[in-house]
C-alpha cells in the first residue's frame, strides 16, 4: 500500500468512528502472529484460526478469544505467499496461497485441510488445488494476477 493510500484510510478509518461506540479490546493477537494475512472460525471448533503471510513458517494457529496460542499446527505445504483463510459447510479450511505481488507466479494454490485434523493432529497434510490465471493474449493490457481474500459462498 502506498504511503498516500494508507493515510486516507487511516484517515477514514479515524474519522469514521463513532466516539459513542467504542469498540472494547477483549485481547491482543500474540507477538508470534506478527503478519496475520487470514482469520476464520470453524464451527466445530472454539477457536479462531489464523496464518501469517509470506516469508513466515507454514503454520495454522488455533487462537483463543482471550488471545493466546493454543494450538500451532504444521502445515506440509511451503508458505508461498498466504493471503487468506475460508472454511466450508463441513469445517474444512482453506488457505489460500494466491499471493502474487510481483505477478510472477504461475501456479497458485488453495491448500484444504480436513476438519478432523484440526484439532487431533500436531503436523497436517493437505490437498493441494493447483490453479492458474488464463493467459492474456493482448501483451499490451497490464493486468495484476494478485489476490489478497476470498470466501466460500455455498
Known amino acids: 500500500m502506498k504511503p498516500k493510500q494508507f493515510l486516507f484510510l487511516t484517515l477514514f478509518i479515524l474519522l469514521s ?8 479490546i477483549i485481547a491482543d493477537v500474540p507477538s508470534s502472529l ?5 482469520t476464520e472460525s470453524v ?12 516469508g513466515n513458517k507454514p503454520r495454522l494457529f488455533a487462537v483463543s478469544t482471550d488471545g493466546k496460542i493454543e494450538k ?10 498466504w493471503e487468506d483463510l475460508t472454511t466450508d459447510d463441513d469445517g474444512n479450511i482453506y488457505i489460500g496461497d494466491f499471493g502474487n505481488n510481483s505477478g510472477k507466479r504461475k501456479k497458485l494454490h488453495i491448500l484444504k485441510i480436513a476438519n478432523q485434523e ?4 500436531q503436523q497436517v497434510e493437505v490437498e493441494k488445488i493447483t490453479f492458474e490465471y488464463p493467459k492474456i493474449k493482448d501483451k499490451k ?14
Open 43 to 54: 464451527a466445530s471448533s472454539p477457536y479462531l484460526w489464523m496464518v501469517n503471510d509470506s
Open 17 to 24: 468512528c463513532n466516539p459513542s461506540n467504542r469498540l472494547k
Open 34 to 38: 506478527e503478519e496475520v494475512s487470514g
Open 72 to 81: 500451532t499446527l504444521k502445515i506440509n505445504a511451503k508458505n508461498h505467499d
Open 118 to 121: 484440526l484439532l487431533q493432529k
Open 141 to 154: 493490457k497490464k493486468v495484476s494476477y494478485d489476490a489478497e481474500a476470498y470466501t466460500i459462498i455455498s
